[in-house]
């Protein structure tokens, strides 16, 4: 559990991260090169989930946040679920949908039972920060900015 911050040199990158969105779309982080992206672990499933994900929907609305590409990784759930929560929570960014939690296991920065979880990514798709557990809404967003000024 915790925030840990990565210094640029020992940043992992997650551009090859890549599948099927919600909606049916192809989508790869790769798409986002140039931008921060913060991607958030998630399921319909988890408590911390429902309760930060209205916070996240909020944040990817703001017009502080409108340089950055927020992105959710559905893991471990059924698509009707998966749509039907993020639609509620507003969370109206594309979100990858990882039923068997294959796309998780590739994202070897985030151990696979840490649901929920959130990467910062820089804009040379490496990550900045990553945080296994509940958000904090002020840190991720002092994080987030700065990320943008670097």
Same mark, same amino acid.
């Given at each position: 559990?915790?925030?840990?911050?990565?210094? @640029?040199?020992?940043?992992a990158?997650?551009?090859?991260?890549e599948?099927?969105?919600?909606?049916g779309?192809?989508?790869?982080?790769?798409?986002?090169?140039? &931008?921060?992206?913060v991607?958030?672990?998630?399921?319909?499933w +988890?408590?911390? +989930?429902?309760?930060?994900?209205?916070?996240?929907?909020?944040?990817?609305?703001?017009?502080?946040?409108?340089d950055?590409?927020?992105?959710?990784? =559905?893991?471990? =759930? =059924?698509?009707?679920?998966?749509?039907?929560?993020?639609?509620? $929570?507003?969370?109206?960014?594309?979100?990858?949908? =990882?039923?068997?939690?294959?796309?998780?296991?590739?994202?070897?920065?985030?151990? @696979?039972?840490a649901?929920?979880?959130?990467?910062?990514?820089?804009r040379?798709? &490496?990550?900045?920060?990553?945080?296994?557990?509940?958000?904090?809404?002020q840190?991720? $967003?002092?994080?987030?900015?700065?990320?943008?000024?670097?």
């Open positions: 559990m915790g925030t840990t911050e990565f210094a @640029p040199g020992q940043r990158s997650v551009s090859s991260v599948g099927t969105t919600l909606d779309k192809q989508l790869q982080l790769a798409d986002y090169a140039g &931008k921060v992206v991607l958030n672990v998630w399921g319909s +988890c408590t911390t +989930c429902r309760e930060e994900s209205p916070e996240l929907g909020r944040l990817a609305r703001s017009k502080a946040f409108k950055v590409q927020f992105v959710g990784l =559905d893991v471990k =759930d =059924d698509q009707a679920s998966a749509a039907s929560f993020a639609s509620f $929570a507003g969370m109206s960014y594309p979100h990858l949908f =990882d039923p068997q939690a294959r796309t998780l296991a590739e994202l070897k920065v985030v151990p @696979p039972s649901i929920p979880s959130t990467l910062i990514i820089d040379s798709g &490496k990550v900045a920060v990553r945080i296994i557990g509940a958000i904090n809404t840190e991720l $967003a002092a994080a987030v900015l700065r990320e943008l000024k670097a």
